[in-house]
């Protein structure tokens, strides 16, 4: 199944996919792009992003790869939907996506051993993980202003649960910037794949539903402009759609 | 002890070298690998929800360690959202201060973010009371106490912040809201204080408040 949240007429709904592009409500009526505003298709708990998780990516940034997962985590601020904006800083030279699957976690579980780890698994959505790199420092590093900025990581469309991939260390990743393809890769090059992360995080804290790991991009960056529209999409999971947008319409009153 | 609730329940935010005794304690170090200069912006981390716990509270710490560094810092509660705020309007957003032992596994290197070395479940302990700004009054005349089985282990003054709280929360709000009830911790010390498992601690800030808790160790293997 896929599900995603939309804000229709007042009130939050969960939906699934409807004919022609449009999205379907609980009691069969359907309604069109354009019409509803989508949301995240999870309420996020804790959100855990990596770093340097695929090999060619960490070559790229001339790192050799980590040897424990590098992650760092994100406030709900950045958690923007479908089709929203992100902001370029008037000073940023380099501001560069990161189409990323994001997995969403469906129960609790503290120390899972890597073979039960899928079992927690609720499913999978389409992230891109924004970065400005001028603002790379090296405390914390990437630190939050460089990763963690207000609606700076869009999340969905959709929940795509579980049984609907059969192999999720297998899917191709796309980014295209204004139709252009510009980065592609594959899951099956993640450094930490699926359940070694859960194992490994959930060998020091708690998971609970709704806490979601972002498992890292491959090579394949750019620089990224106002007015840039951002595909980053994931084989079988969905086309995230993204608009960057400058301080002046980022700040602009409605 | 006594079980309390956490007086706030919304993300909590921190950050490091926010004081001039840590910049100077570290010293030289700041400007070599791999550092490569003294940090220009806030350095910040998220204590994720499962770390928040009241006063009260057995810290059971990752399997395989047996001390932790406790923090001993306030918390900003904001009362309203706070997004690219000027440093004047930052008073009015802010609800009041709570006191927090922000809880971190050693660690030498800020190199990298420390996720398990701080994000272990329990490592915030949270007091029951957020106190009004206008009753804490100047934070420079702050003290801060930590007690390790009753015994004075550290003092800290918040006299000398790098970022006042103004600053500080000027300089946040510019990239990421606060949003109503998030906390943001004004700052640890370098190489606070340890306390090892099986201690009680209690943390303590002048006209704020207490909190106090239990280690445990970890169990079983790393």
Known sequence: MKFGRIAWQGAIHEVTPGSDGRVRLADGREIAEGQFTWLPPVEVGTVFALGLNYADHAKELAFKAPETPLVFLKGPNAITGHKAFSRRPADATYMHYEC????VIGKTGYRIAKEDAMQYVAGYSVANDYAIRDYLENYYRPNLRVKNRDACTPLGPWLVTRDEIADPMTLALTTRVNGKTTQQGTTADMIFDIPTLIAYLSSFMTLNPGDVILTGTPEGLADVKAGD?????????GCLI??????????ATA | MEAHKPAVRGAVYGVILNDRDSLERMGPALADTPYKGAPKASVLYIKPAGTVVGSGAVVRLPAGESAVEVGATLGIVFGQGAARLPPEAVPAAIAGYVVVADLSLPHASYYRPAIREKCFDGACPVGSR????????DLAAVSLRT???GNLVATRSLADLVRDVPT????????????????LLVGVTWQAAQA?????VRVEADRVGSVEFEIAAGEGAA
């Open chain 2, 130 to 137: 957020i106190v009004p700004a206008a009753e804490v009054g």
């Open chain 2, 196 to 200: 090892r498992a099986g201690s009680r």
């Open chain 2, 147 to 149: 007690y390790v089985d």
């Open chain 1, 242 to 251: 993204n608009t960057i947008v400058d301080d002046q319409t980022w700040s």
């Open chain 2, 168 to 183: 500080l929360v000027a300089d946040v709000s510019e990239f990421m809201t606060l949003r109503r009830g998030d906390t």
């Open chain 1, 100 to 103: 990323e699957l994001a997995v």
């Open chain 1, 229 to 237: 529209v951002v595909e980053t999409e994931i084989e079988g999971v």
